[in-house]
């Protein structure tokens, strides 16, 4: 089950990535932009997460369980934590 619901974030993730793109190359969905690129980063988040079966049910509790997992241990940078936490608030913001 959790190699499926990996797999299904990681699609989610790539839909949410082109949308971002297109939204974005359009010049008149900025807002849209950049909600989808968070969820773009948030449903890969996802796919790791379920490979180890964590889970949350708020965001700020997916992105403190990816950086715990996988920033602190160093398979992710804190660059890309970074990242990651300036997509959230900007995705609120937008919203």
Do not use: C, P, W
């Not at 008149?28 to 969820?39: K, M, P, S």
């Not at 964590?54 to 398979?75: C, P, R």
Request: charged fraction near 25%; glycine fraction near 8%; hydrophobic fraction near 40%.
């Amino acid at each position: 089950m959790s190699e499926e619901l990996s797999k299904y974030r990681i699609e989610q993730a790539e839909e949410s990535l082109a949308e971002a793109e297109l939204l974005f190359n359009s010049g008149q969905g900025f807002r849209g932009a950049v909600n989808r690129a968070y969820y773009g980063m948030f449903y890969a988040a996802l796919a790791l997460l379920a490979k180890t079966g964590k889970a949350s049910s708020k965001h700020s509790g997916i992105i403190a369980l990816f950086d715990e997992n996988y920033v602190k241990q160093g398979i992710f940078s804190k660059e890309l934590s970074k990242a990651l936490h300036r997509a959230f608030e900007f995705r609120q913001m937008s919203d």
